[in-house]
Each structure stands twice: as structure tokens, then as C-alpha cells.
């Protein structure tokens, strides 16, 4: 599923290298923004944070895809809402997908879909419903018999922020705050992404899987913090654990088990064998190193590590290629706060290839700015969050025309390299 060139070719899996097709694609880096599509729900449920709406691309769909290729990325990361899709068990509504996604098609974009971005339709309820695996499986089912041109997807984003926001913390969807709830998000999430996988393969079996996930790492304050630190270190590592078939640390198993996870559940994840398929999409922001007290509580501790040593962690752990999935800044007073981050997150990503670590691609996250999510979609205050590449008006920001320099500036430099993995990908049309 991969075309391996240069000094990688001895430890990932070959296929015939070609062009990207009739698109206008070629092998090469994969830059790629992201229109924000994160649809949880909060207040018990009454309301739903669909951001494609609050960030009004339901109205300038048209405008913000022409904004993709004003930047020069060939790839997006994008989707079609599962809650206003799947109307039901095997009904569909695909009526403003087929209008978008065409369009993708004539422009020689290529998309990343991502088919559940942190919530389920109101009909099923959360992620406590042992019935949402099979559906949502179903539903990808569908959805690539539908548009059997796409071949990228990641089917369940972010997976573990997913579980973690809403049965561990307790902001979104069914609120939970209990061990019991958050392995039955797990679990439930984690078959539901795995299924889904299988079901794009029966009709793509090319099909690649970009799995966005968020990359974290746990600081222990003192030393009364260290085992809290350690399980968190390992919590951390279970979706992917289990997407991956990998065995999860013993701690962790015993976790698992104590909290409803059935030994034949866990054999079930331990027999699937999708690497072959699979890109490791890791996500980076500020807030993702942590500091744990002796109690184990945990605050933000600010980028101590940075991206590349704590991606480097999950890539000695699975071995897979990468890519840079998502990662944003706000800009600030001074104008020049988001670009500067920019600059640092693609000095991770050179100094990780440098050292012979196979990152495909990055991607700055969103298009445009968002909305709430500096109270990470918890209260409905209205508040822009000035991260995008463009504002809300479609203007763009400084970290727009930086990235668009970036884009230009390496393109080729990068494509030329012989060090890197290439996606074996079809034509479009």
C-alpha cells in the first residue's frame, strides 16, 4: 500500500510506485490543511457544536475549497457530518456530500475523509451504545460504495480525545465521568473505527487509513506523581493500541479488564492485521504535555518535549509512517504568534526526517478560524479562536500566507528527496 524509496526500504512494505493520476497530484509531500468539522454534543445532549455551521462552510463551501488550492495544498481533511448523513440504520442522506465532494474531484484535491469527528447522531444517542460500531461500520460501507474514487480516509478522528472528553472528563456527549464508561467508549469506539476500516476494504482495497491522533505525554511534578504519571503514559497508547492490534501494557490490561472489557473483546483487536493500510496521523498542540501532581490531578504544562521526541515515542512503539495531522496557534497581539509555531512544528518535522523517521506530510488545522474551542466546545459562548489560515471572512492570516510560502519554498526540494515514503495513490478520476 506504500511506495518505500531511499533508506527506509528495508522496514515498511512495497507496492509499485506511479503517479497520483489524472488529478495532477504527483508523489511527493503531503500538505494538507483541514476544515474544521468537530460535531460533539453538550448540555445533556440539547445541543449540538457542528462547526462546519459556526463556521459558516455550509454557506461558502464553494469559496473556502478555492481557499485550499489558493494556499497550494493538494490534500484536505474533510468530511461530511455523520449526524445529518446517517438519518438512521441504512438510510443516508448524501445530497450536500455529493455536491462537495464532486467538486474536490474537479479540482484535483484529494480527500482525507474523516467520517465521525467526535459525535454520533441524536438517534444513537453516545459512544455507551454497543450498537454503534456495526452501524457506523455500515455507514462507511456505504459511503465508499457512494464514492468509490476515494481512496484516503480516517473513519473515527481522534479517538482517544473522543473517549476522553466524554467519559472521562465529562464535556461532551454522555458526560461521563466513571472508569466503567470510559472503557465502554473505548471499546466501542475503537471496533467502531477497526470495522469501519474492514467494511472500505471490501470496496477499496487499496484503501488507505490516515489515523488522527492525538499525541500526548504526561510530566510527573514530584515524585509521589510518578505512577500517576506512568498509567497516564500508558492510557495514552490504548486506542492505537488497539487499532493496531499491539499489545497493551500490563497495567493497562488489567485496567481494561477491570472495567468491562472482556478477554474475548480484547483477542478480537489483538487478531486484526490493517498496519499494512494504516498512516500514523499524530496531532500536536500546546496543550498536549501535561504535568500530573502527586494526586494525580493534571494542569497544561506548555511544550516541554515539542512534537518530535514525543512523536518519535509512537513511532519506536508501532513503526509505522507518519504524518503531521493536525497542529494550529492562535495569532495574538503581536500578529506573527501563529507563524512562529508554524516554523517550529515544520522544524520538528525536518529534524524527525533527518533522522530517518518517515513523516509524509503535515497539515495546519483548519482552513478558517473556529469557534469555541479555547473552552474545547464546552459552553456555547460564540467566541472566534483566530487559529485558521484564513478568518472567518476569508482573509487571509499571516499563518496563511506563511504556509502558502512553505508549500511553495519545499515542494519540489521535498519531492526530489529519495528518504521518504510516497502513498501509492489512484487516480481521481
Known amino acids: 500500500m506504500l511506495d518505500v524509496v531511499g533508506t527506509v526500504a528495508n522496514t515498511y512494505p512495497m507496492s509499485p510506485a506511479g503517479p497520483f493520476g489524472a488529478a495532477g497530484v504527483r508523489p511527493g509531500f503531503m500538505f494538507a490543511t483541514g476544515i474544521e468539522n468537530s460535531a460533539p454534543t453538550i448540555a445533556g445532549g440539547r445541543i449540538r457544536r457542528d462547526q462546519l455551521a459556526e463556521c459558516g462552510h455550509y454557506e461558502r463551501w464553494q469559496e473556502d475549497f478555492a481557499l485550499v488550492r489558493e494556499v497550494g495544498c493538494n490534500y484536505l481533511r474533510y468530511g461530511p457530518q455523520l449526524h445529518r448523513c446517517l438519518l438512521g440504520a441504512g438510510r443516508y442522506d448524501w445530497s450536500f456530500a455529493e455536491e462537495a465532494f464532486a467538486a474536490l474531484r474537479r479540482q484535483g484535491t484529494v480527500p482525507i475523509v474523516d467520517l465521525c469527528h467526535f459525535g454520533v447522531p441524536d438517534w444513537i444517542g453516545d459512544f455507551q451504545n454497543p450498537d454503534f460500531p456495526g452501524l457506523f461500520a455500515d455507514y462507511a460501507g456505504a459511503f465508499a460504495r457512494r464514492f468509490p474514487w476515494i481512496q484516503l480516509y480516517t473513519p473515527v478522528n481522534e479517538m482517544f480525545i473522543t473517549a476522553v472528553f466524554s467519559a472521562k472528563y465529562g464535556w461532551w456527549n454522555e458526560q461521563a465521568r466513571d472508569d466503567l464508561s470510559y472503557v465502554t467508549a473505548i471499546k ?7 470495522l469501519a476500516m474492514h467494511a472500505i476494504l471490501e470496496v477499496r482495497p487499496d484503501a488507505l487509513f490516515v489515523q488522527s491522533e492525538s499525541t500526548e505525554h504526561f510530566h510527573p511534578e514530584c515524585p509521589a506523581a510518578l505512577r500517576h504519571a506512568d498509567f497516564r503514559n500508558g492510557e495514552r497508547f490504548l486506542t492505537l493500541d488497539l487499532n493496531y492490534g499491539h499489545r497493551v501494557d500490563s497495567g493497562m490490561y488489567e485496567f481494561l479488564l477491570d472495567n468491562g472489557m ?3 473483546e480484547y483477542r478480537f483487536f489483538m487478531q486484526q492485521d490493517l498496519r499494512r493500510h494504516c498512516i500514523m496521523g499524530n496531532d500536536w498542540y500546546a496543550t ?3 504535568l500530573i501532581t502527586g494526586t494525580g490531578s493534571s494542569r497544561w504544562a ?7 521526541p514525543v512523536t518519535r515515542l509512537y513511532h519506536d512503539r508501532y513503526r509505522l509512517p507518519i504524518m503531521h495531522t493536525e497542529t494550529n496557534c492562535d495569532e495574538g497581539p503581536n500578529g506573527d504568534e501563529a507563524e512562529r509555531w508554524l516554523w517550529k512544528q515544520w522544524a520538528g518535522v525536518m529534524q524527525l526526517r533527518r533522522d530517518h523517521v518517515p513523516v509524509l506530510g503535515f497539515t495546519w488545522y483548519s482552513l478558517t ?6 473552552v474545547a466546545l464546552r459552553q456555547q459562548r460564540g467566541r472566534v ?4 489560515l484564513f478568518d472567518l471572512d476569508r482573509r487571509p492570516r499571516a499563518a496563511g500566507r506563511a504556509y502558502a510560502k512553505l508549500i511553495r519554498d519545499w515542494s519540489d526540494v521535498l519531492a526530489r528527496q529519495g528518504s521518504c515514503l510516497h502513498p501509492a495513490l489512484a487516480a481521481l478520476d
Open 369 to 374: 478560524d473556529q469557534v469555541d474551542w479555547d
Open 385 to 388: 479562536n483566530p487559529r485558521g
Open 188 to 194: 466501542n469506539i475503537v471496533r467502531a473505527n477497526v
Open 262 to 264: 472482556t478477554r474475548d
Open 302 to 308: 506548555g511544550e516541554v518535549f515539542g512534537y518530535g
Open 288 to 290: 498536549n504535555e501535561h
